[in-house]
């Protein structure tokens, strides 16, 4: 942690490798997205969200356009993390105005009707190829994020066929059929490794770890199934690719952030709003690079209160490595001038 200065490195890499800065690099999740009107206007012609997703022309222009209207340090791949339950088999689309649906998987036959861990590369070549145009095209001090949704998180959109505002489903099968659900977290870490290895043959240069429900395991079912899945993940990446920077974002794990990056092997822990950003200072900057973690309704709202808000958490943490981003992906009600107000709080 904190070494000397890298002059002439991506500032997003330096901020991993443990670079306090005085100016952190920034970046939004969901940075490509409905809020931006070239945004909504490349989705119309590619048809629909998963369309999107896997024309890699189009995946790699929205990709690219926040980064030329914004400059952000790093772009993230357009992609979903429920594109693993789709390679896997598991029929996904997308109800508009609603959210994913898939089809469950309520015990061992949903389980067995699942293709293998090596049997998805086919149909993810579009994303990898997403990943090469980006690779080719972003500017050199940009850096590439690649991603995926953790195993538990990706689980409960597959086991209830769509979001649920508690998990209950992935819950139940948690703890009434044990054995179909240990399997199903097995598959979708080992999935995971050969996706992100991909990612990073193709030229991703940072793995970031979704795990949005992580807040909802408690105590050692925590440990089980949202800390060991990302560590064996992040173990298996760093083995292949020795060097390659891991963030991982367990979503509202709470008092769970403590030590996480360091069990898990990451080198960047990114935080929700929940988090006060002081706390975030004492407890997990000496671990780790620590992400975030602005509200995004100040992204909607702006003003001085956006301003106060930025500041608040560049000072808090700006005595340790940090990449400012929000707490949650933006959404599509901001606006989109917010961003040029972000931006200039942090860089001035
Ligand atoms: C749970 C989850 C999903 N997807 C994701 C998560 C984990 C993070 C989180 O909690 O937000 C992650 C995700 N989704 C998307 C990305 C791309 C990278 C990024 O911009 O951060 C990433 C990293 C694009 C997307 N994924 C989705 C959109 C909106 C699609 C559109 O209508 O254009 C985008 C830009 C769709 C999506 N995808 C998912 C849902 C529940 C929805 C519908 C909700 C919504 O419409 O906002 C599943």
């Known amino acids: 942690m904190f070494d000397a200065p890298q002059t002439g490195r991506k500032k997003l890499l330096r901020s991993l490798a443990g670079e306090a800065m005085e100016v952190p690099p920034v970046w939004l999740m969901r940075q490509a997205g409905r809020y931006l009107p070239e945004y909504r206007a490349t989705r119309a012609e590619a048809g629909d969200f998963l369309s999107l997703c896997y024309n890699s022309d189009l995946a790699a222009e929205v990709t690219l356009q926040p980064i030329r209207r914004y400059g952000f340090d790093a772009a993230i791949l357009f992609a979903d993390i429920l594109l693993i339950p789709d390679a896997l088999g598991a029929d996904l689309w997308f109800v508009t105005g609603e959210g994913p649906r898939l089809s469950t998987i309520t015990g061992p036959e949903g389980l067995a009707k699942l293709k293998g861990k090596d049997d998805i590369h086919d149909h993810l070549a579009p994303v990898y190829e997403t990943v090469r145009i980006l690779a080719r095209e972003l500017p050199e001090e940009t850096t590439l994020i690649g991603f995926a949704g953790a195993p538990w998180t990706v689980a409960t959109y597959m086991i ?7 998990q209950g489903p992935a819950h139940k099968l948690r703890q009434e059929d044990p054995a179909t659900f240990g399997a199903l977290i097995d598959l979708l ?23 949005s ?20 993940i ?12 891991v963030i991982a974002f367990p979503r509202e794990a ?4 403590i030590g996480f990056a360091k069990a898990v092997g990451a080198d960047g822990l990114a935080i929700d709003t929940k988090v006060d950003p002081a706390w975030a200072a004492e407890h997990l900057q000496p671990d780790s690079c620590v992400q975030g973690n602005l509200d995004p309704k100040y992204m909607v709202t702006g003003g001085q209160e956006l301003v106060d808000a930025t500041r608040a958490i560049v000072d808090a943490l700006k005595h340790g490595p940090h990449i400012f981003n929000l707490g949650h992906g933006i959404t599509p009600d901001a606006n ?4 040029h107000l972000l931006l200039e709080t942090i860089r001035g």
Do not use: M
């Not at 709470?254 to 952030?257: A, I, Q, S, T």
């Open 160 to 166: 209830a066929g769509r979001g649920t505002p508690d």
């Open 189 to 211: 870490t080992e999935a995971t490794i050969e996706y992100l290895d991909c990612q990073v043959q193709a030229g991703a240069e940072v793995i970031k770890i979704f795990d």
């Open 213 to 232: 429900w992580a807040g909802s395991l408690k105590g050692a079912a925590f440990d089980a199934f949202a800390l060991e899945p990302a560590k064996r």
């Open 234 to 245: 992040t173990a298996e990446l760093k083995r292949r690719h020795p060097g390659l920077p």
């Open 254 to 257: 709470g008092e769970k952030y």
């Open 336 to 339: 989109p001038d917010n961003v």
